[in-house]
């Protein structure tokens, strides 16, 4: 886990460092009790497995054994690059969840290309085109206008998860 320390209270600051990968940001002045409150709930966080952890993955057709790196859907294996599952592994871990643009470019390909939108808008229709079966109605990798992507489990808005 991440805490950032820092005299600066601006939000601005406070986003920035959240973005670039912080766990926490504590302003001073603090209290030692505080600090110690905030860094015992940083390591239950951490010490938690990430949702979607699991070994394996399941829904809509739709399967990922994340242990031996295979993909199928409709039990047709699909041959994805390192880069591709890379990126379809990091919005598994986050079922439901936005994930923005700058932070699947992160957890992809590292803090220096945070900003190279094309990268991954590249890379998303490619893994639409391998894992969706109508690319231009994604059912798994939905975009979010303005914000990133989601990947959506099978009938997730209906309430049913797969």
Do not use: C
Not at 39 to 60: C, D, M, S, T
Not at 62 to 67: N, P
Not at 105 to 121: F, I, K, P
């Amino acid at each position: 886990p991440i805490l950032v320390l820092s005299a600066r209270e601006g939000e601005r600051d406070k986003v920035r460092a959240l973005d670039d990968g912080a766990d926490d940001y504590v302003s001073k002045p603090f209290g030692v009790e505080e600090l110690l409150a905030r860094i015992r709930v940083a390591l239950r966080h951490a010490a938690r497995p990430e949702r979607g952890a699991e070994a394996r993955w399941e829904g809509g057709g739709l399967a990922i054994d994340f242990e031996g790196r295979a993909v199928s859907l409709d039990g047709q294996a699909v041959r994805l690059t390192p880069t591709e599952y890379d990126l379809l592994r990091a919005l598994v871990a986050h079922p439901g969840r936005v994930m923005t643009d700058r932070a699947l470019l992160q957890a992809v390909w590292g803090l220096e290309y945070a900003s190279e939108n094309h990268y991954l808008h590249v890379y998303i229709g490619r893994l639409r085109r391998k894992i969706e079966r109508d690319p231009q109605h994604p059912q798994f990798v939905r975009t979010e206008p303005g914000v990133g992507y989601r990947f959506v489990a099978q009938d997730e808005e209906t309430g049913n998860s797969g």
